[in-house]
């Protein structure tokens, strides 16, 4: 039995989610969103019938709620049913009374901290509600305290109520400058690792998670996951670039614009070239896709609107193979050959048609390269010469095909 994080990738990374009665850390280099990851995790355990409380030290409850709220996880309801309660450990920092039922008098004293919660966890009703314990922050902690080895002494016997206890833990821990020594003892002292971190490439600055270490796995993915938080809908994975290209007229600007919530088409030389740009949200991901013109005369852009591409989505027409060829040459000169990969096989209905294999014998493709076949939405509304709608069962069947193979 696990919790799911509310993000499919790191779910299927923690084989399945966040073991309950684990202890697990959101560690992450300061600047990077993070908070989400805890909020996530919090509210699909209460929707699943769980128990939570939010230990909060460096903002007020209330704020704590309305990002909740924000996020469309409005937590109200659980509240009302008593299923999930603030401690308050911030108040007192600003010498203004709290609102909530449970608060401390002095938030650098982490006997007293230690006091409030193991009282909580008494209170509980036992293994029938799985209770969760967000600390929001173990940081911030540190920070009051201004002592980290209180913090240490004070993580210890916390894992060790809420291991006896059988409640989940989730702390969050934004790694500034502190001893190596502390924050390598931090993490020892967790069942399960979340590491997020922000690599800075010119002006964008990208943030990945990854799992470092879950003790209910024998083998850890050490895979870096690329991140966005969108709102609503919280965290996603995020391929900040996937191309379509293929020969002109195959259907890159259909293809883009039904899988799209939102899509432009740049026109800049009559109708017929168009660069176009896309942005899906599927299945916990956020992709960014950019259409390259088909046009051989187009050929010396091609390298550039390739670039720095995660993933490539070949639209070929399946009536005309001799655009085949072409379409091998463009994944040459984007210069994404040997990216993840899937081939659009559109119209796919059509007279004349060719089946998937045909199309992977005569492109000489791999068998690990998807091709998908895919079919206008309604025919009756195909106009020539303008994009038109693709059915969204295809269109997701390609998406999901090259999402997963790209991270
Ligand atoms: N019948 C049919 N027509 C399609 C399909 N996909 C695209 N088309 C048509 O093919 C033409 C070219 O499509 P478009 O998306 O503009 O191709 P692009 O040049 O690759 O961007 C348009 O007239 C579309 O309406 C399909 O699955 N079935
Ligand atoms: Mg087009």
């Known amino acids: 039995m696990s919790i799911s994080t509310g993000i499919e990738v790191l779910d299927r990374l923690l084989s399945g989610g966040v073991e309950h009665g684990s202890s697990v850390l959101i560690i992450s280099t300061p600047g990077v969103e993070d908070i989400q990851f805890a909020h996530q995790l919090m509210f699909s355990h209460l929707k699943d019938k769980g128990k939570a409380l939010y230990i909060v030290n460096n903002k007020k409850p209330s704020i704590a709620r309305a990002m909740l709220r924000d996020f469309d996880w409005d937590i109200s309801e659980f509240e009302k049913q008593g299923r999930c309660e603030f401690l308050d450990c911030y108040s007192a920092l600003l010498a203004i009374g709290s609102q909530e039922k449970k608060s401390v008098r002095n938030p650098a004293d ?35 305290a201004n002592s980290e080895d209180a913090v240490l002494r004070f993580l210890k016997r916390l894992s060790a109520l809420t291991a006896e206890k059988k409640v989940t833990l989730v702390s969050l821990f934004t790694q500034w400058p502190y001893s190596a020594s502390m924050i390598k003892d931090i993490e020892k002292g967790f069942d399960c690792v979340i590491r997020l971190k922000a690599i800075e490439q010119k002006v964008i600055l990208r943030s990945y998670f990854s799992v470092d270490k879950a003790k209910w796995l024998e083998r850890i993915e050490r895979r870096d996951i690329p991140y966005k938080v969108i709102n609503p809908g919280g965290v996603k994975v995020f391929i900040p670039k996937v191309i379509v290209t293929g020969p002109f007229h195959a259907g890159k600007t259909s293809f883009i614009h039904s899988a799209s919530t939102r899509a432009v088409s740049v026109q800049r030389l009559g109708t017929t070239v168009a660069l176009d740009h896309g942005h899906v949200e599927y299945k916990g991901f956020s992709v960014d896709i950019f259409g390259t013109p088909g046009q051989e005369r187009f050929d010396p852009i091609l390298q550039m609107l390739g670039g720095e591409a995660l993933g490539v989505i070949v639209v070929v027409d399946s009536t005309d193979p001799d655009g085949f060829a072409r379409a091998k040459d463009m994944l040459k000169a984007t210069k994404t050959e040997g990216l993840p990969s899937v081939i659009v096989a559109n119209k796919a209905n059509m007279a004349g048609a060719l089946k998937p294999e045909e199309i992977r014998s005569r492109m000489a493709l791999p068998e690990d390269i998807p091709i998908v076949p895919v079919v206008a939405d309604d025919l009756k509304k195909v106009k020539k010469g303008e994009p038109c709608k693709l059915r969204q069962g295809d269109i997701e069947e390609a998406l999901s095909r090259l999402f997963g193979a790209v991270v």
């Open 110 to 144: 982490t006997e007293e901290l230690l006091e409030v919660i193991s009282r909580a966890l008494g209170e509980n009703a036992g293994p029938l509600i799985p209770l969760m314990l967000v600390f929001d922050s173990l940081s911030s902690l540190t920070d009051i």
